[in-house]
């Protein structure tokens, strides 16, 4: 099992950056898939980005690409979305997953394992 916990949310202006964090509990964390999802209010959860177990592989939504990096490191358990020119419609709480490697490479699959989440807001 993991645990996630989000961080690193706030209010910003519109075109401002943000850097999200994901940190996780346990000694098998690069075993895990992460990926980061978003919820805006009265709209269906959303992917948003995903990263492979070491890193090497990332995957984005179509609406951030290009604005928005993953990345971790597995020796702080610690997964990040680096978000920049940031729009007033990527307003949302922002969620991370994990998906477990057995489970295969499935960014918009299902996840096992899910933070609380951490808001963003983003004024224009």
């Known amino acids: 099992q993991v645990q996630l916990v989000e961080s690193g949310g706030g209010l910003v202006q519109a075109g401002g950056s943000l850097r999200l964090s994901c940190a996780a509990s346990?000694?098998?964390?690069?075993?895990?898939?992460i990926g980061w999802f978003r919820q805006a209010p009265g709209k269906e959860r959303e992917f948003v980005a995903a990263?492979?177990?070491?890193?090497?592989?990332?995957d984005y939504a179509g609406s951030v690409k290009g604005r928005f990096t993953i990345s971790r490191d597995n020796a702080k358990n610690t997964v990040y979305l680096q978000m920049v020119s940031l729009k007033p419609e990527d307003t949302a709480k922002y969620y991370c997953?994990?998906?477990?490697?057995?489970?295969?490479?499935?960014?918009?699959?299902?996840?096992?394992?899910w933070g609380q989440g951490t808001q963003v807001t983003v004024s224009s």
């Open positions: 990263i492979s177990g070491g890193g090497g592989v990332m």
């Open positions: 346990g000694r098998t964390f690069s075993t895990y898939y």
């Open positions: 997953a994990g998906r477990h490697i057995t489970a295969g490479w499935a960014p918009q699959g299902h996840y096992d394992y």
